[in-house]
């Protein structure tokens, strides 16, 4: 069964950095576009990136030029490198990809990133 795994969460100082980890298993379907979401206590995911299979990003306004998103196609693997992180990063921090030809989706169990003032 498919598997996505994420690590790389923990506490840092504002200002730091973060680099956070979605690794996929348990299948042998192309991995498509992913994603990363945050959520917050009481408030609705958030869409923070999107990296398509050929390596196309996009961003949400409140982390672009701060955030980057790349992947690995060969280890299924994809990364969230947080720079210049604010206490409004604070979230945890789930990935999403969509696999096989019929685009299935699949959930990471989230990681937490707590950014202190």
């Known amino acids: 069964q498919v598997q996505l795994v994420e690590s790389g969460g923990g506490l840092v100082q504002s200002g730091g950095s973060l680099r956070l980890s979605c690794t996929v298993s348990?299948?042998?379907?192309?991995?498509?576009?992913m994603d990363w979401y945050r959520q917050t206590p009481g408030k609705q995911r958030e869409l923070v990136a999107i990296?398509?299979?050929?390596?196309?990003?996009n961003y949400a306004d409140s982390v672009k030029g701060r955030f980057t998103v790349s992947r690995d196609n060969a280890k299924n693997t994809m990364y969230l490198q947080m720079n210049t992180l604010k206490p409004e990063d604070t979230a945890v921090y789930y990935c999403?990809?969509?696999?096989?030809?019929?685009?299935?989706?699949?959930w990471g169990q989230g990681t937490q990133v707590t950014v202190s003032s």
């Open positions: 999403y990809a969509r696999v096989g030809a019929g685009q299935i989706g699949y």
């Open positions: 990296i398509t299979r050929g390596g196309d990003t």
């Open positions: 348990g299948t042998r379907f192309s991995i498509n576009d």
